[in-house]
């Protein structure tokens, strides 16, 4: 796999990582909390954004 494509992730992979339903997964891009863009109909997330949202809401941040 190409590094720059395993860079973004998308909603379903996010709210397995964060173990959390769709809505709230929904409700975090609409927030602005995860840095997002979109492709068509497709949620594209960096995993640099997702690591940084974790360590805020861990307080390693």
């Known amino acids: ?8 992730i998308t909603l379903e992979e996010l709210c397995e990582i ?3 339903g769709r ?3 929904y ?4 927030s ?11 949620w ?5 954004g997702v690591d940084v949202y974790i360590r805020k809401q861990s307080g390693l941040l």
């Open 32 to 42: 602005g909390e995860i840095p997002c863009f979109r492709i068509g109909r497709i």
């Open 1 to 8: 796999m190409n590094n720059a494509e395993s860079d973004l």
């Open 44 to 48: 594209k997330i960096p995993r640099e």
């Open 27 to 30: 409700q975090l891009l609409a």
């Open 23 to 25: 809505s709230a997964g």
């Open 18 to 20: 964060l173990m959390i």
